[in-house]
Each structure stands twice: as C-alpha cells, then as structure tokens.
C-alpha cells in the first residue's frame, strides 16, 4: 500500500505544465460558474420580492383609491318652518330634535313624482345616505335664518348606490358593484346623472370622520386620533426609560450575574410575540389597576413594553459604536463619570438613540393584537378627545372594517391601509434621515 501511494504521489509531481494549466482553468471556471449562479439565484430572489411587493401595492391601491371619491346627490331641500320649527322660537334643542329626513324624503319625491307604492317610495328613499339628515340638521343649527327658504345641497349617496356610480364612472356596467339595486333605481339614477344631479367629488368625511355602521359615513379620524394618542404615551414612556436602562448597562453597571440576567431577559422579551403583552396589559393595567378598556392610555403602556426592549437594544448599540477615546478624553481632563456620559457619549450616541426609536415606535403603530385583548376592538363612533376617551386604532379599524359584509367597506379598508403604509413610510424615512444626517462614522 506504501509503495502504491509514493506512485500516485510521483505521477502528480511528473504532470506537465500544461496538464497542470488545464486543470487550474477547469477549476476557476466551476467556481466562476458557481459565483455567477450565485449571483443569479440573488437577483432572482430579489426582483421576486419586488415583484410581490408590487403586486401587493397594486392590489391594495386598486382596490382603495375609489374609497377617496363619494358619490353626491343635488337635491333642492325646502326647510320648511312649521315642519322644523313648529313654534317659531328658534330653540336649539327643538330644531335639532326635528325630523330632517323628511325633507329629504320630500325633496327626492319632487324630482320622481312618479312614486306611488310605499316599496316605490323606500326603494327612492333609499338612495341617499342616512347621513344626508345629520348634514341638514348642521345647516339649520348653523344658521336658522334658512327656515322657510328651498337651498340646492349636494347630500351623500348611499353605499350601494356609491358603488354603482363608481363602477359606471370606470366604464362598468354597473350590475357586479351595484347587485341590491332594483331597476327602478338604476332608472332613477340614469335620470339624476342625465339631469347633472350626480356626481363623484372628494370624500372628506373619510378623513373628518370617526367609524360608523353605514360605510358612506365611515371615516379614518377616531382612529387616527387614538393612534396618536397611543403613540404619544408610548414615546414618552419608552424614549426615556429605554435610554436610561441603556446608559446605565453600559456604563455604570458592574458586570455580574445579575446584569447578565438582566440583558438576557431584554434580549428575549424583544423577540415575545406582542400579544403576549396584550394579556399583560389585561391582566395587570385593567384587572389589577381598573384602568378603562379600549383607552388610549392603555394602549400606550402595552405598547410601551413591547417596544421598550427595542429601544433599549437600539440605545446600547448606539452608546458602544461611541470610540473608547471620547470616554478617555473627557476623563483625562478631569470630567466625572457622569459628565462625561451626559456630556460626550450621549450627544454622540442620539442620533442612534432616535433612530431606533422611531422604528420602535412605527413597529408600534401597527400592532393590532396586543390592542385586541384590551378591548380596543370596540365599535366607537366618537372621535376621542384624549388618552382617557374610548377609542380605537387604526390598525384595529381596518380589521374591524375587513371583517364588515359590506362590499362597500372593501375600499375603505384597502384605503385605510394606504393612509397606515403612508405613515409607516414616513417614520422610517426619518429614522433614514436622523441617521445619515447626525451620526459620525469612525
């Protein structure tokens, strides 16, 4: 075996340089072959990512876009004193106790007097939204010197009928988007669209509006405004408290088991799945200290925990990217530990700081299931006026909406979606920014 193994080694010493040569290249070539593979399989994966990222963008702004246009109808509204105002005494309580959907009812009646049957007339009333008498109530009680006079207003349509203005204005027919309508109907909007009464215009009250049953009348704002709220509390308890907690592991605690303990637990409970923290939250905020349910200051403290570990994560990797010198610096020249944390290492770290924050604080924007178990899944109509008010999340509110029967809610969801991607869009953009405009390079 000895002497057959030195006779292998031999005829590899005896090969000739260019046997040698050939075998080097058919070497490179499998490895440059193998790298190019490589680098195809890479490519591959990423232009598939951002073939379904487009995919899912077109999809959801295909589907919402439309929710950003309402459709309106031109009636001439008689407000009729006696009918409003029976005693002539311009009461408040009295006129906004009216009953306003009779004008409305009278105002429709006045362009199709053709009505007879009672199924006739509530398939005629119910082309307008029954939003239209809430807007006619705000008019009066905004100026009753209208009492008497017949105004030419622009009220809401209703959903269905919304979707099948829609569907007609985007060359449709009309019938897959517009089902519950009756042909009378159809036939009395084909009149209104070929008198000039229809119309898409921008849907404000998406953007002014808190939830509601009907969809033509639900709106983004309640959600919105506990969202902020949310948020509110959560950056001014997470910042400080993550900052804190980050400064003092890294320059002021001793190493021992504890600390240990310490940084383990923080390192797993960033990785905790967040409804965990929502039973947290419903266990000990509302159970233990009889907190409200569905308050935005409830929210806030479980969105704190969730995202405090991240903040302190995101505040030590900042304070150790600092150069050991700025520390030695400040020391040689007679500054505390204190003063040399507050003063040097900690303005050099903020840009850091922030940044991860701010991706803290939008990984807390659309958390949904923490805010489920604590009650925020609540139908509130209500915008809240502070961290105390019943209220929802947007998060919440487009699952609320994607899990309406209502088709018309469809476009509202996908749209509430954009405005939430828009805002996610906008806080990473700025951790981007705060990072490449303050942080140092060493």
């Known amino acids: 075996m000895r002497a057959n193994d030195g006779?292998?080694?031999?005829?590899?010493?005896?090969?000739?340089p260019e046997e040698t040569r050939r075998r080097v290249d058919a070497s490179l070539r499998r490895r440059y072959r193998s790298e190019q593979l490589f680098r195809l399989y890479g490519l591959g994966s990423v232009c598939l990512g951002v073939v379904f990222l487009l995919v899912l963008f077109g999809t959801i702004i295909g589907s919402g876009y439309s929710a950003f246009r309402q459709g309106f109808v031109r009636l001439d509204v008689h407000f009729d004193a006696d009918l409003i105002d029976p005693d002539g005494g311009r009461d408040l309580?009295?006129?906004?106790?009216?009953?306003?959907?009779?004008?409305?009812?009278?105002?429709?009646?006045?362009?199709?007097?053709?009505?007879?049957?009672?199924?006739?007339?509530?398939?005629?009333?119910?082309?307008?939204?029954?939003?239209?008498?809430?807007?006619l109530r705000d008019t009066v009680m905004a100026d009753a010197q209208i009492l008497g006079q017949t105004r030419s207003l622009w009220l809401p349509l209703s959903g269905d009928v919304d979707l099948w203005i829609k569907a007609r204005s985007a060359g449709k027919s009309g019938e897959d988007m517009g089902g519950k309508l009756s042909a009378n109907q159809r036939a009395w909007l084909e009149r209104l669209q070929a008198d000039d009464r229809i119309e898409l215009r921008f849907n404000r009250t998406f953007f002014t509006s808190g939830d509601s049953r009907?969809?033509?009348?639900?709106?983004?704002?309640?959600?919105?405004?506990?969202?902020?709220?949310?948020?509110?509390?959560?950056?001014?308890?997470?910042?400080?408290?993550?900052?804190?907690?980050?400064?003092?592991?890294?320059?002021?605690?001793r190493r021992s088991w504890w600390v240990d303990i310490v940084e383990v637990n923080i390192?797993?409970?960033?990785?905790?799945?967040?409804?965990?923290f929502g039973l947290l939250g419903l266990a000990v905020f509302i159970n233990f200290f009889g907190l409200p349910r569905s308050a935005p200051l409830v929210g806030g403290l479980v969105l704190t925990l969730m995202t405090l570990p991240v903040v302190i994560i995101a505040s030590r990797a900042a304070i150790k990217a600092v150069p050991p010198s700025v520390r030695e610096a400040a020391l040689g020249i007679g500054a505390s530990q204190m003063q040399m944390v507050f003063h040097h290492v900690l303005p050099l770290a903020l840009p850091g700081m922030l940044t991860g924050a701010i991706i803290g604080m939008a990984r807390a924007l659309g958390e949904s299931a923490p805010l489920?178990?604590?009650?925020m899944v609540a139908f509130i109509v209500d915008v809240p006026g502070g961290p105390m008010s019943p209220s929802t999340a947007l998060p919440v509110q487009i699952y609320l909406w994607a899990d309406s029967p209502?088709?018309?809610?469809v476009a509202r969801t996908?749209?509430?979606i954009m405005v939430l991607l828009a805002f996610l869009l906008v806080m990473n953009a700025s951790a981007v920014w705060l990072r490449s405009r303050f942080e140092r390079r060493w």
Do not use: C, H
């Open 406 to 409: 209502e088709r018309a809610f």
């Open 93 to 135: 309580d009295v006129l906004s106790a009216a009953d306003y959907s009779l004008l409305v009812k009278a105002a429709l009646r006045e362009l199709v007097p053709e009505v007879a049957s009672r199924a006739e007339k509530r398939e005629l009333n119910g082309l307008v939204s029954s939003g239209a008498v809430f807007e």
């Open 267 to 276: 390192n797993n409970l960033a990785a905790v799945p967040s409804i965990v």
């Open 214 to 253: 009907e969809p033509e009348l639900a709106g983004i704002w309640g959600a919105t405004k506990g969202s902020f709220f949310m948020l509110l509390v959560t950056l001014l308890l997470s910042f400080p408290l993550g900052v804190a907690a980050a400064i003092y592991l890294e320059e002021f605690a």
């Open 372 to 375: 489920l178990m604590i009650g």
């Open 7 to 16: 006779d292998d080694d031999r005829a590899r010493r005896q090969l000739s």
């Open 414 to 416: 996908s749209a509430a």
